[in-house]
């Protein structure tokens, strides 16, 4: 909120309470002239404390100073308000019971007049500093996760482009064929890739599609039927994921699932999804001697880890174990519907 509008908040706030404490005066005049000076001093204080001493003094933690500075101004301020315009107020006394003791003297009155006025200010002015303080910091942290991301899926896409080039390359030392069948899947990722992936969430649907891509590109390494098994089941409508998040679940299972062996070697890759939940699990098997990594291959999984942990705190599940020769991940997510 605006430093102006802030002020002209407030002063239209005193003049209301002192509209109504001039109303139970039954509209006198004399009230009028005792008190105008107090309200003039309260709203110039008001004034002084949003534009100066709040930013330069309170919220710069020069907390001595500013305790100095406000006492300074309110006592000044009170003292010129109770010699303006009328004198101390009058003695009274009950009719029948002799003098009643003096009522407080008018630069008292003034002084907590104009006291509780410039307290209360410091204290909405402080309560708005810290709101906006708070909001300042969760703009940073969601600017902050926002580059993160930005960084994350750099490092992404361009492994993945990465190791479907290398598929191309090996099929067109054996097959034209296929290897025009390989550019199509691949232009259809790369299309995912550049105008979809730039969202922070992707239609399930699509998500799909480019791992069924990446599968179909990587069967036409060879001319046997690999054991790929896919079951995709998708209730829900409008589901939602962010992108590329399980690519590299799959492509970890293709690259050391040693499937290519033959033998007992499987990769099964299920997806279940509805509006509330998406569940999805991938099993391979791995042979018992170990299998040389590439340099690549490091980044995928815990790329995925990151990622999660940023978009969806407190709603997914992972679960990755690698026991009796077979390697599963099981990934639930609590996805919501985005529009």
């Not at 509209?19 to 105008?36: A, K, P, S």
């Not at 999804?273 to 999805?280: E, G, H, L, R």
Request: aromatic share 12%; glycine share 6%; net charge positive.
């Amino acid at each position: 909120m605006q430093k102006t509008k802030r002020a002209l908040i407030q002063t239209i706030s005193w003049a209301l309470i002192w509209t109504v404490l001039w109303l139970t005066q039954d509209g006198n005049e004399r009230f009028i002239i005792d008190n105008i000076a107090a309200f003039l001093f309260q709203i110039l204080l008001i004034t002084i404390l949003i534009w100066y001493v709040a930013p330069k003094l309170l919220f710069q933690r020069k907390y001595f100073i500013f305790v100095l500075v406000s006492i300074l101004i309110v006592g000044i301020s009170a003292y010129l308000s109770s010699n303006i315009l009328s004198g101390p107020p009058p003695f009274r006394g009950p009719r029948g019971r002799g003098p009643r003791a003096p009522l407080p003297s008018k630069f008292f009155v003034q002084l907590l007049l104009i006291g509780v006025s410039y307290i209360i200010a410091t204290l909405l002015e402080t309560f708005l500093f810290a709101q906006r303080k708070e909001e300042e910091t969760i703009r940073n942290k969601n600017e902050n996760l926002q580059t993160e991301l930005k960084l994350l899926k750099s490092q992404i896409n361009p492994h993945f482009l990465f190791n479907a080039l290398n598929n191309i390359y090996a099929l067109s030392t054996m097959d034209s064929t296929k290897t025009q069948e390989s550019i199509s899947y691949l232009s259809d990722m790369l299309r995912y890739v550049l105008y979809e992936c730039d969202k922070a969430f992707v239609p399930l649907v699509s998500e799909i599609q480019y791992i069924e891509n990446y599968i179909k590109l990587f069967s036409l390494k060879s001319s046997r039927k690999y054991p790929i098994h896919t079951n995709f089941n998708i209730l829900g409508f409008g589901v939602t994921i962010a992108p590329m998040l399980f690519i590299p679940f799959v492509e970890n299972a293709l690259k050391h699932g040693y499937i290519e062996k033959g033998g007992d070697s499987y990769i099964k890759i299920s997806v279940e999804a509805t509006n509330d939940a998406i569940d999805f699990i991938i099993e391979n098997s791995f042979p018992d001697h170990a299998v040389q990594k590439d340099k690549v291959g490091g980044i995928g999984i815990e790329n995925v880890k990151k990622r999660l942990a940023i978009l969806y705190p407190n709603k997914h599940q992972l679960y990755i174990d690698d026991a009796n020769g077979i390697f599963t991940v099981k990934l639930s997510l609590n996805p919501g519907i985005h529009v």
